[in-house]
């Protein structure tokens, strides 16, 4: 039996404290998630595949400047960017990942390669010979450069701030992800990062990671997080609601808040994830002030939120 499509998007969670939303950046925020979720949405209307639709709306988001992917991702220590994405699909589990890779336009497009090829996860230089040997352009690193990340990197240095501090909530994790079901009941979920403004050292977070920043099965649910990174690979957290629900019985909704809330919280991590289940129900806890956030339901109405009580439907 066909089932009813889903998808559901994100583009951070923490980025902004509420009284610093201004009307002018609420609605910059509210057009950019509704231009990918229109996007994607499209593929599933037309009988496409949830990995496509996914892929589809994280291309876009990765394009767009206002979040911490492709274009406009945050910059390293270094003063450059390096960036990490993973895609799961729920009928046959495949993966892909790759992670610190700083010439690579889109790198939720190239892990769609990598999910074709003998690997689930390359990183770095090597990602980008896989890419080139594909046929890939590179571009230049500077490609993703914006003058706000290279101010919040100079304040980070300026103040001696290591690049996990928690103090300051402003412009945080801007990572963007996206969670599907299609028309065959099969699930997708994509994550896509500049990690966090002042990493070093080869930091990978968890949006590189099948399991925890992503995670997709037809069995119960498909997964993207964001969020403060360390403690989203220690609570594993995408692959730990899926096992809730399997093995607990819990319902996505449950499942989900008692991660963020408890495993994640527990440990004092903050962000959230988007889900879906596989029948269709969705669910977006998140810990943090806010979560740039947008979902659509066959035949419903294209709804945004960025805080707890603020979605739109969009007629
Ligand atoms: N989870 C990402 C990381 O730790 C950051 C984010 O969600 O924006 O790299």
Redesign the pocket.
Known sequence: MAKEYGLVLHG??GTLVKDEMTAEKERMYRSALLRALSAGEEVLKNNGDALDAVIVTVKVLEQEPLF?AGVGAVMTHEGVHEL?ASLMEGKERKAAAVCAVRRIESPISLCRMVMDSEFVMLNGEGAEQFAKEQGVPVVSNSHFTTTLRKEQLEEAKKNNRVQLDHTDNRE????VGAVAIDKNGTLAAATS?G??TNKRYGRI???ALIGS?TWADNRNCAVS??????F?IRSAVASRIASMMEYGGLSLADAGFKVINHEVGDIGGD?GVISIDKDGNIACPFNSEGMYRAWVKEGTTLTTAIFTDDAVAHE
């Open positions: 951070g969670a911490n990490d945080k994790y801007g990572t990062t990690g966090m977070g968890d949006s920043g997080a964001t969020g403060y990174g360390e989203f962000g």
